[in-house]
């Protein structure tokens, strides 16, 4: 919401500055986003006098003037103008200033072989009007060398101010002015007093306009008032400058009226050409097959779901949000109908939504138009057009009753302490409440004015009497800390995921923190997406993740797309299933195993390289990785041939690794090689409580044994299962196993594979004997041969 200075005063009787002002709002709950001086750039711009003006000797087209800047020196500038002329008095752009329009410094210059110090401005150069036929002409007598942001009252500074959705009572100068007067910074103005046309309905002549509702529920009141034999034209001065004060642009005097009315009282209006209509108004549900083409010239289907407006042929508005091209005010507009209507503010939000489309109107109207307003929205719009277009006005139609729905609560003023912690003594509560537009009783029977459909119940009251008074105000009251060491407040889960973060960073990976929303098309490749949002922030960005890959893929992508030969990503966040939320770490690495050197090393990441990672976080999260198994069937993500899941069984999948799939990689315009994983945090088992403290670490006091095996396996089995089974063979005297080597060719049998093992013996109180470490191995050898394995001669 945007508003000048000197708009805000003609609501508000106030000698607060700007820093006053911009301090109070954001006080009482209306944040300023920011405060402009809208004169700023109009700096080096002044008004200046064409003393003379003649031919230049290179260029037809062009003169050379002696421009009288104030200074008491004459310039000499090169303007092509055709109004440019003697005596005339315009605005000239010294040297160093920058044009608005455009950006462009104004420097001291040759044109066709005449030095100009400087430029004269059109009204578009100034970006004043859409003007750029000539320079900008001002009256003989306005003052030669006075700056012309001052001169053309430029220099009002311009608030902008976020208004939350529950404040529709502030979407309008004045609702802001009432708050500020709540404030104290000022006395508002009686609503007459500003509007010195008149607020009292307009007693026309005749009947009024044809105007229904057949839609209640959309659109419970409808109220239109004809004004016959007007002219349309430019808006008054006044009116415009305010528009382009706060970003609007001045179409005409009818548009501009509804939008003035709009930003100053927060009440949209429409008005159509009467002309252009067939039969009455009719505000119904839109029909199956019917469009509308709206003002910002794109066409809309709409469904029954829909309020419109419309006549006995075909739709000219979307009910709330915008009005159609078909029966829009044009300079030849001699008959009106003017609109004012109250719609149901979740209506106007869901049509606002289905369609894609925003508006000032909508913006209003989906937070609640005060429903009590429609006379006096009507009776003003009606006199100003009466006033600035001539005309002669109808009786007003009034269709429908817009639901007042009156509420009022028995309020505690000792609720002030004890629910919003400050003490306020009652009759200041009671001021309050009053300046805001409540009515109290003697009883303290509060009704909320009609502009407020935001409060309900007396938390709300509570809620209005501190933003007022000031939450600065309310004491800070630490919480009861018990003695002593304070008990940690970090869950098992939060731990853990400390743990996994900084071994993931710790092993090298760069954490990166992306959207919980993709787009459909990327949750497509995982599956597709349980939880769709109805209202996204985009459809880039509509639905929630089933993977923490998609983020970092494109991540990925656009490190790389960037000159990165080696991207190492990790993230720990959360994946959307229809079950819930899962906790989760992913990862992603491309391009090389390590950086160039010239020791070589270097080659493209495999899935052992995502296995390893995985290997290593798991650890740091507790889980018991030697009991972990190898298990194919990871997710369509990854190539079918190089990936897998770890997990403790089938039914227990802590982790899933691999490279990803040629048609992931395609998905996403990523080019290989590319291996990913993911954690599944709540899959790990938690460790089991122990009872009493861990003893200290004593390393064995004898050193270990190591011994090579070498079987002949079928070629379909998995190492990880050898190993497993070895592992298995002596729990108490071996204390590990690894793989060494791999080899399939000559002195192998088809169908078969050697894979060599080195293990790890640990004896306790004493050495192993020769005797006991060939039991130990037959034991092996025999684990081994439940798998098909045979010790290879």
């Not at 100009?116 to 007598?141: F, W, Y």
């Not at 009251?477 to 900084?502: K, Y």
């Not at 460790?687 to 044994?705: F, W």
Request: hydrophobic content about 40%; charged content about 25%.
């Amino acid at each position: 919401m945007k508003f000048t200075l000197s708009w805000l005063k003609e609501h508000l009787e106030t000698g607060a500055d700007v820093d006053a002002i911009a301090d109070a709002l954001t006080r009482i709950g209306l944040e300023v986003e920011s405060v402009e001086d809208p004169g700023a750039k109009l700096s080096g711009f002044r008004v200046a006098r064409v003393l003379t003006a003649d031919r230049h000797p290179q260029a037809d087209k062009l003169q050379v003037l002696s421009v009288d800047s104030g200074d008491g020196q004459p310039l000499q500038v090169v303007c092509g103008a055709p109004n440019a002329r003697a005596g005339m008095v315009g605005v000239l752009g010294l040297p160093g200033a920058v044009v608005p329009a455009n950006g462009m410094e104004l420097k001291v210059s040759a044109i066709r072989g005449v030095t100009s110090n400087g430029m004269m401005c059109s009204t578009r150069e100034l970006e004043q009007g859409e003007d750029h036929e000539g320079i900008v002409e001002l009256p003989a007598d306005a003052p030669v060398g006075t700056a012309y942001a001052e001169y053309a009252g430029l220099n009002d500074p311009l608030f902008d101010v976020a208004i939350t959705p529950n404040r529709q009572d502030c979407m309008g100068v004045r609702g802001i002015a009432r708050d500020l007067a709540a404030a104290g910074l000022g006395t508002l103005k009686p609503l007459d007093d500003v509007y010195r046309c008149g607020i009292a309905p307009v007693e026309g002549e005749g009947p009024g306009p044809d105007v229904r509702t057949e839609d209640p529920a959309g659109c419970p009141a409808f109220y239109g008032q004809e004004v016959r034999g007007l002219k349309n034209g430019a808006a008054p001065e006044w009116m415009a400058a305010k528009l382009r004060a706060v970003g609007q642009k001045p179409i005409s005097v009818l548009v501009d009226i509804t939008n003035f009315v709009m930003l100053d009282l927060g009440r949209p209006l429409h008005v159509y050409d009467k002309a252009k209509l067939s039969g009455g108004l009719v505000a119904r549900r839109a029909r199956d097959g019917e469009t509308v083409l709206a003002l910002n010239g794109k066409r809309y289907a709409l469904t029954p779901e829909m309020t419109v407006i419309a006549d006995d042929a075909h739709v000219h508005d979307i009910g709330g949000i915008m009005g159609g091209e078909d029966s829009g005010v044009s300079e030849t507009t001699t008959d009106v109908i003017i609109e004012c209507a109250w719609f149901d503010p979740e209506r106007i939000a869901r049509t606002g939504q289905a369609l894609g489309l925003t508006s000032d109107a909508r913006q209003r109207f989906e937070r609640g138009a005060d429903p009590a307003f429609l006379d006096t929205g009507i009776a003003i719009a009606t006199r100003l057009v009466l006033d600035h277009c001539g005309g002669t006005a109808s009786g007003v139609t009034r269709s429908g009753e817009a639901p007042q729905g009156a509420r009022s609560y028995i309020y505690d003023p000792a609720r002030a302490e004890t629910l919003g912690g400050l003490a306020i003594a009652p009759e200041r509560q009671r001021a309050i409440l009053e300046s805001l537009g409540f009515t109290v009783g003697g009883d303290w029977r509060v009704t909320p004015p009609s502009w407020r459909r935001d409060v309900d119940g007396t938390a709300d009251l509570v809620e209005e009497v501190i933003r007022i008074e000031g939450i600065d105000k309310v004491p800070a009251t630490p919480l009861p800390r018990p003695a002593g060491v304070a008990a940690p407040t970090a869950t098992p889960a939060q731990l853990q995921e400390r743990r996994v973060r900084r071994a993931a960073a710790a092993r090298g990976l760069n954490e990166a923190v992306t959207w919980s929303f993709i787009s459909e098309a990327e949750a497509v490749p995982f599956g597709g997406s349980a939880w769709v949002l109805a209202n996204p922030i985009s459809e880039e960005m509509k639905a929630m993740r089933p993977s923490l890959l998609p983020g970092l893929i494109a991540a990925a992508r656009r490190n790389s797309a960037r000159g990165s030969t080696r991207v190492r990503l990790f993230e720990v966040g959360r994946r959307y299933l229809e079950e819930g939320e899962r906790p989760t770490l992913g990862l992603v690495l491309t391009g090389d195993r390590s950086p160039r050197h010239w020791q070589g090393g270097k080659g493209g990441v495999d899935a052992y390289d995502a296995k390893a990672e995985v290997m290593a976080i798991l650890a740091a999260a507790g889980a018991p990785v030697d009991n972990l198994q190898a298990l194919a069937g990871a997710s369509g993500v990854y190539h079918p041939g190089r990936s897998a899941r770890l997990g403790l069984g089938p039914k227990t999948i802590l982790a899933e690794f691999g490279e990803l799939h040629p048609a992931t990689l395609k998905a996403f315009d990523l080019a290989g090689p590319a291996v990913a994983a993911e954690i599944f945090l709540d899959a790990i088992p938690p460790k089991r409580a122990q009872g009493r403290i861990r003893s200290a670490y004593a390393p064995p006091a004898l050193q270990a044994v190591t011994r090579d095996f070498a079987f002949l396996v079928p070629a379909d089995l998995a190492a990880d299962a050898l190993l497993r089974a070895v592992r298995g063979a002596d729990k108490a005297a071996i204390a590990g196993a690894s793989l060494f080597d791999v080899f399939t060719g000559a002195g192998v049998p088809e169908g078969r594979k050697s894979i060599a093992i080195e293990v790890t013996l640990q004896p306790g109180e004493k050495s192993f004997t020769d005797e006991e470490l060939k039991a130990i191995a037959d034991r092996i050898v025999a684990a081994a041969a439940k798998l098909g394995a045979e010790l290879r001669g």
